[in-house]
């Protein structure tokens, strides 16, 4: 799916509301620059690697971001009034939405992403509170295991290197500031 899509789906709605959404959109752009827009059960979606963070669209009578419902129960509780539903935070139909609530779902939402690793295969990823993957690897009995990968907040890799049960072997590299390699060590 391309940008393009997602235009298109919020040029979709009545003007004031298509206004409203474009700014969701923009929050959600500027708070996850490490994500990706793609077209997901029909709405725009923000997703980081594999992970789906938030689908948003329009309805009749209000526009709505879908968290998941987790977040969803725990962003009811903080802010008074706000309606939810099972996995769905309601907004103003014609307004834009307050960053402050973008924002804390955002937080929410990674923080609940970041605990569902690793996964049953061992795979696990941990994202920064923009969206951008800190580091990628495998754990295997509660240890580090084959290729790991970390990287700094504006997403550049920082260092990568492989672990054999816990132990840090063969080669280890570092990178500078611009993700290229400055200094390789061997370890045992």
Known sequence: MSNHDVEVAIDSFPTDQATALRALRETLQSLLPGAVETIAWGMPTFKVGPDQVVSYSGFAHHNSIFPGAATSAAISGEFPGLVTTKGTVHLDRDRATPTKLIRRIIALRLAEINDSYPRANGKTRRYYSNGVTEYTGVIRDGMQHGSWEWFRR????????????????????????????????RMG
């Not at 997403?155 to 993700?179: P, V």
């Open 154 to 185: 504006d997403g550049t890799l920082k260092r990568s290197g492989r672990f054999a049960r816990g132990e840090q072997i063969g080669e280890w590299t570092t990178y500078d500031t611009a993700g290229e390699p400055y200094r390789v060590t």
